[in-house]
């Protein structure tokens, strides 16, 4: 019993050791870590390359590109991100709101109340950028089409309900003037 004890001591402690080690190689990293290319599930460190570049007036050059890299100031910290763009406006969603792990892993949500500052890594561009939540209006329906038609998840929504009834989180993706 006491080798088998001593074992599972053993693999226990290593496992929180390289775990322990993972995260803070994740956090010192720049930019979120790519485990697989297009599958980036981890967050990263603070953007330390990149150059800074004025926020374009039109952002219909992401429209068919599948992620981006967002920093919230906040957390200093950075994730990949889809995003949506309708009528050259640029849109990131983020679901689970009501789970419960929702609301232990979606932590840049509900922060961004606090401070909505954020930094877009666009290739090597840096755009410094706010969140805006969108809780109303008729913009909410084309954003959940373009984002289906784009990732296809679920079934093509017909109505605003995911996110006016809180299931998801919507924002707008604004120059930081």
Avoid: C
Wanted: charged share 25%; aromatic share 12%.
């Amino acid at each position: 019993m006491k080798p088998l004890l001593k074992y599972l001591g053993i693999t226990s402690l290593s496992t929180i050791f390289v775990m322990g080690m993972f995260f803070i190689y994740m956090r010192l990293h720049d930019g979120p870590i790519e485990f697989i290319p297009w599958f980036t599930i981890s967050t990263g460190g603070p953007f330390r390359s990149g150059e800074l570049e004025p926020s374009p007036d039109n952002w219909t050059f992401l429209k068919e590109r599948q992620e981006i890299e967002m920093e919230t100031l906040n957390l200093g910290t950075t994730k990949t991100i889809w995003t949506m763009v309708v009528d050259g406006r640029l849109f990131v969603a983020s679901g689970r709101r009501q789970t419960w792990y929702g609301q232990l892993w979606k932590q840049w949500p509900r922060r961004i109340e606090s401070d909505d500052r954020i930094i877009l890594r666009i290739d090597d561009a840096l755009y410094e950028q706010r969140l805006v939540p969108i809780t109303e209006g008729d913009i909410i329906l084309p954003v959940l089409q373009e984002s289906w038609r784009k990732y296809g998840r679920g079934s093509e929504p017909t109505s605003s309900a995911r996110v006016t009834g809180e299931l998801m989180w919507l924002f707008e993706i604004v120059d930081r003037v």
